[in-house]
């Protein structure tokens, strides 16, 4: 069976950071793309950053540049949202999923991430 099971949600600090990890099971990670997406309370899901598997181009959405990083272990079959200056208007359940278009590919169940003093 296809699975990714994301990991590394919590509550942190604005200013903090967290590496959320996707861990993929029954199929290779890295012959896929990736795509790491949000939805907040209230809002549509929305793709933050992706991993093209075709060139390993990589996208980010502008409110996430500079603060957040994709990357894959392919030896771990892994992927890692790596989120540094966390803000409040991060707060949201966070997946991964094998394509960076919502509703396309594999998904995870979601982790929640929470930004607040």
């Known amino acids: 069976q296809v699975h990714l099971v994301e990991s590394g949600g919590g509550l942190v600090q604005p200013g903090g950071s967290l590496r959320l990890s996707c861990a993929a099971s029954g199929f290779t990670l890295h012959d896929y793309t990736t795509g790491w997406f949000r939805q907040a309370p209230g809002k549509e899901r929305e793709a933050i950053a992706c991993?093209?598997?075709?060139?390993?181009?990589?996208w980010y959405e502008d409110s996430v540049k500079g603060r957040f990083a994709i990357s894959r272990d392919n030896a771990k079959n892994t992927a890692y949202l790596q989120m540094n200056n966390l803000k409040s208007e991060d707060t949201a359940l966070y997946y991964c999923a094998t394509d960076c278009e919502v509703g396309r590919g594999t998904w995870g169940q979601g982790t929640q991430v929470t930004v607040s003093s």
């Open positions: 991993v093209f598997s075709y060139d390993g181009t990589i």
